[in-house]
């Protein structure tokens, strides 16, 4: 009788031990401080009030219609809880700011604030205002202090040189030039074509306050190694930097070995046409093969000719004392961890469902057995199934589209592909197989419970 209940105790200590550990070790993700939110939004909002109070009579309706735009933009920002307000990654961010402006004492007249964005994307930006966004989706894919200081210094450069600002200039001042105008009237009385002749018009006119131009990359990049000459951060990290932002598109997950893993169950095995193309023109999947255009389409085009035109300045700038990190490595790397599942959790938040699926499925492939991760796809597939019950699926999911990467356009076709049993039973049979282990991790017991509705019915 004693070997069974030794046996029993193993067991029963397992079962603590395996319970223990996926508690201890999962994400709980900030809840978004929605007063900080709103004094932040406040406080943009003042200086939105005094840029358009500042703007030309001249032409001032096309100025204002602009700036309304992109506070329109930033404004959404708010409103969605993109930017992050967790203490401990606003305190660390404000520590390499004040690093920078240590370093380089004018900066101090300049009115600018630095936060992280939320999104998976890897980019960074100056949205105007005086307000930088660092996104969680480059931060995370950093390899040191320097290579981020290298992007918030070139952010700066963006502010302390108004490159949006002077883009909006000059797209009001050639709108209005006496050749467009004329071109504009001439357009007007033609006869025939007159969409195509706007359309060709417009092409070169058109302005994104989103995007800076090439020149302005260019000038922000040696902006930033001037800024960074001054500071602690080694200058090669703005190098390596640009060169991670060359490669950072490239794909980080076979999604169809992924795919076959995770739910390819004994009692409901995977299945070939669920990722199956379309030959449609949806599902084609049609792939940019001129190269320069494939270059445009990056986050970060023109990263190799960037980093050609900066290494001069870095090889001669002399940084006694310089190093890849000065701030705290070890709050950096905790950062770059939890920002990984904070972007997860934003994009479940803001319904875009694919995007938050894919980002799960990247780490859940590292850490399949992660509570925090395992519950997140059951999550995603009761949404998905539940909107596509509902016919709102389009809401929550993107099609598959050139601009997109292939592994994510696979993981969209296979959307796209499943029926709503389908969706019930994946979801269902890969959430059984962590039952009960993870049962006492309360939001993965909700999602197993939901899920296992949804397949009884």
Aim: net charge positive; with cysteine; aromatic share 10%.
């Amino acid at each position: 009788m004693k070997k069974p209940l030794l046996l029993s105790l193993g067991l029963l200590l397992l079962f603590w031990h395996i319970t223990v550990r996926a508690q201890t070790y999962t994400y709980i993700p900030e809840k978004p401080d929605v007063t900080f939110l709103q004094q932040l939004s406040a406080t943009c909002k003042e200086r939105y009030t005094a840029e358009i109070q500042a703007l030309p009579a001249k032409n001032k309706k096309d100025y204002l219609e602009l700036y309304e735009e992109r506070w329109t933009g930033i404004k959404e920002r708010f409103d969605g809880k993109e930017i992050y307000t967790g203490s401990a990654a606003r305190e660390y961010l404000n520590r390499v700011r004040a690093e920078i402006v240590r370093g380089n004492p004018s900066l101090k007249q300049l009115t600018f604030d630095c936060y992280f964005s939320r999104t998976a994307i890897p980019n960074a930006s100056y949205i105007g205002h005086g307000m930088i966004l660092f996104n969680m989706g480059l931060f995370s894919r950093l390899r040191t202090e320097s290579e981020a200081a290298f992007v918030l210094c070139h952010e700066i450069a963006h502010c302390l040189l108004r490159h949006t600002e002077n883009g909006i200039n000059n797209y009001v001042v050639t709108l209005n030039s006496a050749e467009v105008q004329a071109e504009l009237r001439k357009i007007k009385g033609s006869e025939y074509h007159k969409k195509e002749q706007l359309q060709k018009l417009v092409k070169g006119l058109t302005f994104d306050s989103r995007r800076h131009s090439r020149d302005h990359e260019g000038q922000a990049d040696s902006m930033a190694v001037e800024l960074m000459k001054h500071t602690r951060f080694a200058l090669g990290g703005a190098l390596s930097a640009l060169a991670l932002l060359d490669v950072i598109d490239t794909d980080s997950l076979h999604t169809a070995d992924c795919l076959r893993r995770f739910f390819n169950a004994p009692d409901y095995p995977f299945q070939q046409k669920w990722i199956a193309k379309d030959g449609g023109l949806l599902g084609g999947h049609a792939r940019i093969k001129d190269e320069e255009m494939a270059d445009s389409l990056k986050t970060h085009p023109d990263c190799q000719a960037r980093i050609k035109a900066l290494e001069p300045a870095v090889l001669r700038a002399a940084q006694p004392g310089a190093g890849a990190f000065i701030i705290d490595s070890s709050r950096f790397r905790s950062l770059q961890e939890s920002f990984r599942f904070e972007a997860i959790e934003y994009a479940y938040e803001s319904n875009k469902y694919t995007r938050c699926l894919f980002l799960t499925l990247e780490s859940l492939d590292k850490r399949p057995a992660d509570p925090y991760l395992v519950t997140q796809v059951g999550k995603v597939l009761n949404g998905l199934y539940l909107a596509q019950k509902a016919h709102t699926l389009s809401k929550v999911t993107a099609l598959p589209s050139p601009d997109y990467r292939a592994n994510y356009n696979l993981l969209l076709q296979f959307v796209q592909n499943l029926y709503l049993e389908n969706i019930a039973a994946i979801n269902y049979y890969y959430l059984r197989q962590h039952h009960p282990a993870m049962s006492s991790y309360a939001p993965f017991h909700e999602a197993y419970q939901q899920s296992e509705n949804f397949f009884h019915l």
